[in-house]
T-cell receptor
Framework: DGGITQSPKYLFRKEGQNVTLSCEQN?????MYWYRQDPGQGLRLIYY???????QKGDIAEGYSVSREKKESFPLTVTSAQKNPTAFYLC?????????????????FGEGSRLTVL | DQQVKQNSPSLSVQEGRISILNCDYT??????FLWYKKYPAEGPTFLIS?????DKNEDGRFTVFLNKSAKHLSLHIVPSQPGDSAVYFC??????????????FGQGTILTVHP
């Protein structure tokens, strides 16, 4: 079955600790994304990557870091610099179409990881 | 600055009736709009989309209407079913430049369909 797998589903962290959320896809999609969902705020883009070894900051990248060493994998590290890390984190992927590199319009999402800082 | 707004946090309708979910946007560069459906503790799933060259797109019970002059779109679900109960997100993307691949989401509307 093709899809996006996020792990862990639930994670607890003490203040001051870094934590890494895993995202793996077997859809052969070029682009991958990390979003954060907070109550009443919708989904906000943290980082995205359209090709291996390249990634761009989204709207709320501060306190986060990513890597894209393989096409299938796009892990997100929530660092101790992130002031309010408790949230629901969603990884997504999409194909890239056309010469302009425009996404197809449809993101495929994983099931999410809920991070709670104690 | 909320460029995509869903001003109704929740909507409750009776099974069999029409559900209308609304979305407003402010960025005139947006040219592609999508609706996603999300159940609790799951990732959103794509529902329907519309390009700015159209004013209506229909897929089964779901129809999206786009009013570019008003910068407004709506999702109609007819007839509504209890299984439609979920959070619905409106999203938009802009043409060209570094905006490709980036969706801007609204806050979401919780739809509850009562049997």
């Amino acid at each position: 079955d093709g899809g996006i797998t996020q792990s862990p589903k639930y994670l607890f962290r003490k203040e001051g600790q870094n934590v890494t959320l895993s995202c793996e896809q077997n859809l052969n999609h070029d682009a991958m994304y990390w979003y954060r969902q907070d109550p009443g705020q919708g989904l906000r883009l943290i980082y995205y990557s359209q090709i291996v070894n390249d990634f761009q900051k989204g709207d709320i990248a501060e306190g986060y870091s990513v890597s894209r060493e393989k096409k299938e994998s796009f892990p997100l590290t929530v660092t101790s610099a992130q002031k309010n890390p408790t949230a629901f984190y969603l990884c997504a992927s999409s194909i890239i179409t056309g010469t302009s590199g425009r996404m197809s319009g449809e993101l495929f999402f994983g099931e999410g990881s809920r991070l709670t800082v104690l | 600055d909320q460029q995509v707004k869903q001003n109704s946090p929740s909507l409750s309708v009776q099974e069999g009736r029409i559900s209308i979910l609304n979305c407003d946007y402010t960025n005139s560069m947006f040219d592609y709009f999508l609706w996603y459906k999300k159940y609790p503790a799951e990732g959103p799933t794509f529902l329907i989309s519309i390009s700015s060259i159209k004013d209506k797109n229909e897929d089964g019970r779901f129809t999206v209407f786009l009013n570019k002059s008003a910068k407004h779109l709506s999702l109609h679900i007819v007839p509504s079913q209890p299984g439609d109960s979920a959070v619905y997100f409106c999203a938009a993307s802009a043409a060209g430049g570094t905006s490709y691949g980036k969706l801007t989401f609204g806050q979401g509307t919780i739809l509850t369909v009562h049997p």
